[in-house]
């Protein structure tokens, strides 16, 4: 089988070799960058199937990378950061990443992102035979054509984001753990995990509940998950 291309964006040499490495040894093909501009560069010239992104680089913004990549493709963009601040993951999210590992990560954890984004890829790519509507007020989601509206306008939302909105509505007025949550969307459990899915549920809340005084489909429960409610 052909294995996906991947092009590792980091500054940090040792960060970089540890991922170059570990990625070699499951024989993926990959590229590097140093800085922005080569990523960009990279990107464009050679297509990779996924980008690994540090956001902390010496020319540009990792911010702004993802906003330049975006403008003209949607290939899958897994944060690499050092910084542990929610806030930004969730702009880096905002301006399209898919997903992110913060740093210091351990080799599985890199390689199991990557299979999780893999699994998307070919998820997306394959048809889908359920046919099915969803509708909750004025949310809609057409699991077929794997889109949801909010009051006839379609949400852009993230491959996570419109997962996470499936798993709760296919599960609407049940309280799902962090850990069901997490299991269902990563495949695993880990601290982290839990960490990125408040981050993802908050993205994904700014687009279903644009104003203070929208209905509120999700519902926290502090300590224990989430639920959609039947509005
Ligand atoms: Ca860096």
């Avoid at 010496?58 to 911010?63: A, F, K, N, R, S």
């Avoid at 306008?153 to 069901?180: S, W």
């Avoid at 601290?191 to 644009?210: G, I, P």
């Amino acid at each position: 089988m052909n294995k996906s291309l991947i092009l590792v964006v980091e500054d940090d040499r040792s960060v970089q070799n540890l991922m170059t490495t570990t990625l070699k040894a499951h024989d993926y093909r990959y590229l590097t960058a140093m800085n922005g501009e080569t990523a960009i560069l990279e990107a464009s010239s050679h297509n990779p199937d996924i980008i690994l992104l540090d956001l902390g680089l010496p020319d540009l913004d990792g911010i702004e990378v993802i906003h330049r990549i975006r403008s003209w493709s949607n290939v899958p963009i897994i944060i690499i950061s050092a910084r542990s601040e929610d806030a930004d993951k969730v702009e880096a999210l905002d301006a399209g990443a898919d997903d992110y590992l913060t740093k210091p990560f351990s080799v599985e954890e890199l390689l199991a992102r990557l299979r999780a984004t893999e699994r998307r890829l070919t998820m997306m790519k394959g048809d889908q035979t359920t046919s099915s509507i969803f509708v909750n007020g004025n949310l809609k989601i057409d699991f077929s054509a794997g889109c949801a509206y909010l009051e006839e306008e379609e949400l852009h939302l993230t491959p996570i984001e419109y997962k996470l909105l499936c798993l709760l509505a296919q599960n609407a007025g049940k309280v799902l753990t962090h850990t069901f949550i997490t299991q269902k969307i990563w495949g695993h459990s880990w601290d982290n995990d839990v960490a990125s899915l408040r981050v993802f549920m908050a993205t994904l809340r700014k687009k279903l509940e644009k104003n203070s005084d929208s209905v509120q489909y999700i519902q926290t429960h502090v300590g224990i998950g989430y639920r959609m409610i039947k509005v």
